[in-house]
């Protein structure tokens, strides 16, 4: 496994696990189970998806050491509307997850009047030493810059929603140039918008003997993004670990980020319907 090194240090695996809509039953321990033993180290869980539990009994069922693996969860958008909710969330998810650390806190959205405040209470959290890092997640340009007049810590990393059909390159440029790691959520369109089957990515992945789905994984490491999948099929879950032994050339990432036509699977963070 790769790492990205974040801007205060500490180290996060260039790919992760999203554990979104899998049950924390029986077979969710097994998808915990098979993604280790496929090669992740990372998961990317949240207070909203209801399994942090399943995460952590993972980690503890695999028998290997707890700083072997990088753990993100989030906050939720009714835990930002309580007064103390940002903390008493944290403390809730660390709880659940059994653990007495997360290596990534994050706001999950930026709930308008509310996701400074929240963001203010990720500082302390970071200071207590329980989150070894902190972050955001669906922050657009002006988001952050609204955030910027009010933060002691800048956050260390930015997730949205990044992929060939939505490469929103000012956000990322403007994370990087500030040293904000980008991580892409729906990295392959989560099935829906075809990227499997798109035939430049297709015809690429042809040129070095790799899936589309592994070229697009590969694209986002060579655009300096790290990733979160998401599947509970054990072959697709090796087919994309499996992107770390070969580049793309420029003229292919050039090709790639040419498809962009803005189609998005998850919500504009700047859609007022979507805090409703």
């Known amino acids: 496994m790769l790492y990205f090194k974040l801007y205060n240090g500490v180290e996060m695996p260039l790919l992760g696990m999203g554990v979104s809509q899998i049950a924390p039953d029986t ?26 539990d399943m995460v952590g009994e993972g980690i503890r069922r695999s028998g290997m050491p707890r700083e072997q693996f990088f753990v993100t969860t989030k906050v939720h958008n009714e835990a930002q ?89 000012e956000i990322r440029e403007y994370c990087q140039q500030n040293h904000i790691l980008v991580t892409a959520y729906c990295p392959l369109g989560r099935g829906r918008l075809g990227l499997m089957d798109d035939p430049t990515i297709v015809g690429i992945g042809s040129k070095y003997g790799k899936t589309a789905a592994q070229v697009i994984l590969r694209w986002n490491m060579e655009l300096n993004v790290s990733a979160i999948t998401k599947t509970i099929t054990p072959s697709r879950m090796a087919e994309n670990f499996d992107i770390f032994d070969f580049h793309l050339s420029s003229a292919d990432i050039d090709t790639i980020n040419a498809l962009n036509n803005n189609t998005r699977v998850i919500r504009d963070p700047d859609d007022p319907d979507s805090y409703k």
Request: with cysteine; charged share 25%.
């Open 27 to 52: 077979d969710g321990l097994v998808v915990m189970d098979n993604a280790i033993k496929a090669g992740f180290r990372a998961f990317d869980t949240a207070e909203f998806y209801g399994n942090e």
């Open 81 to 169: 509307k309580r007064l103390n909710g940002p903390q008493e969330a944290f403390e809730g998810s660390l709880k659940r997850l059994g653990l007495d650390y997360v290596d990534l806190y994050l706001v999950h959205w930026p709930l308008p009047g509310h996701y400074i405040q929240t963001y203010k209470a990720l500082e302390e959290i970071y200071k207590s030493g329980k989150a070894r890092a902190i972050g955001v997640c669906n922050l657009k340009i002006h988001h952050l810059q609204e955030l910027e007049k009010h933060w002691e810590i800048k956050p260390m990393v930015n997730q949205y929603e990044h992929h060939p059909y939505l490469t929103q390159p």
